[in-house]
């Protein structure tokens, strides 16, 4: 069949079968170029922006163990398919690292998180679990009362175990704290920027000083939240682009990220407009940003 006629073909299928469900989704983010601060490494970078080290590396050509300049300029793409829309509240997806928070149906927020780390020495205490939650508490200033589990990992550790951390700069809760309905999970500012877009914590939800401050500042108590894992996601633009993104199933909850990708696109109705070549190698990229899955794509480049 020759290109012009499967073209024909797409756009007849885009715009003349009803049944397609092709409204457009939300993507956050953008292809940017950052300049390079004082005081800044990949790790920061990466956790300032919600982009995974080697993906910098990979997109600037730069060996990790070479030291940055200030003032040099990166190639970054921060852009993320907003994985569930809800009208009011929080919503943080384990897999690509983010907390998203929505007012009247927009995204008001949208900024890297650290969660909790999937083993340690072989235990998995310390996964941030799934579920829907609400922010019972606010606290400037918070004392950290260390769980048991916490205080036992630091005696294995070596360290300095302690019952009680009171507000300063050592406290890992940082300045400011949400508190929510599942047990020892909270939202706080942390100590250790570089932690932040990993998987650090003994299960809360970090965030860096900068966007913690702010979003202290507007979340009201009793705002709903949910913790979700998709660490597949589809999106069509309003250009009517199909978009798929894939992160890794860092905690192993999915069996097969092809099916994941499978299911989103078949209950969309597009598989006859979507690249299934280009989906295998999205998956095995697993890069974490928005990749353009339309089978106009494909035909374009032949």
């Known amino acids: 069949m020759k290109k012009e006629t499967l073209y024909i073909l797409f756009l007849l299928l885009l715009v003349g079968i009803p049944h397609i469900c092709l409204s ?5 983010g953008d292809e940017l170029v950052y300049t390079v601060q004082r005081g800044d490494s990949l790790s920061l970078i990466s956790a300032k922006l919600g982009v995974s080290i080697d993906r910098i590396n990979k ?3 730069i060996d990790s163990k070479t030291k940055l300049r200030i003032g040099q300029k990166i190639r970054v793409n921060t852009m993320k398919i907003v994985p569930q829309k809800i009208d009011d509240g929080i919503v943080v997806n384990i897999p690509d690292r983010m907390l998203y928070y929505f007012e009247k149906g927009g995204i008001k927020e949208a900024f890297p998180v650290a969660l909790g780390m999937p083993s340690w020495r072989g235990k998995t205490t310390w996964r941030t679990p799934i579920g829907k939650f609400k922010v019972t508490g606010k606290r400037k200033d918070p004392t950290w009362h ?5 205080s036992e990992k630091m005696a294995l550790e070596g360290k300095h175990v302690e019952d009680v951390v009171p507000p300063g700069p050592d406290n890992p809760l940082g300045r400011y704290a949400l508190y929510t309905s599942i047990s020892g999970i909270i939202i706080h500012e942390t100590i250790w920027p570089t932690s932040i877009y990993r998987y650090r914590s003994h299960g809360c939800i970090r965030v860096i000083p900068e966007n913690m401050e702010r979003f202290f500042n507007i979340i009201k108590i009793n705002t709903i939240g949910e913790i979700i894992y998709y ?3 589809l999106a069509v633009t309003k250009d009517k682009k199909i978009m798929l993104e894939v992160h890794r199933d860092i905690y192993g909850y999915k069996k097969d990220l092809k099916e994941e990708a499978k299911i989103l696109i078949e209950g969309r109705g597009i598989s006859g407009l979507v690249d299934w070549q280009k989906i295998d190698s999205v998956i095995s990229e697993q890069a974490g940003t928005p990749v353009d899955i339309t089978l106009l794509t494909a035909l374009s480049h032949k």
């Open 146 to 150: 260390v769980p048991p589990s916490i």
């Open 231 to 233: 660490p597949v996601k």
């Open 59 to 61: 997109d600037n050509n």
């Open 24 to 28: 457009a989704d939300i993507i956050v």
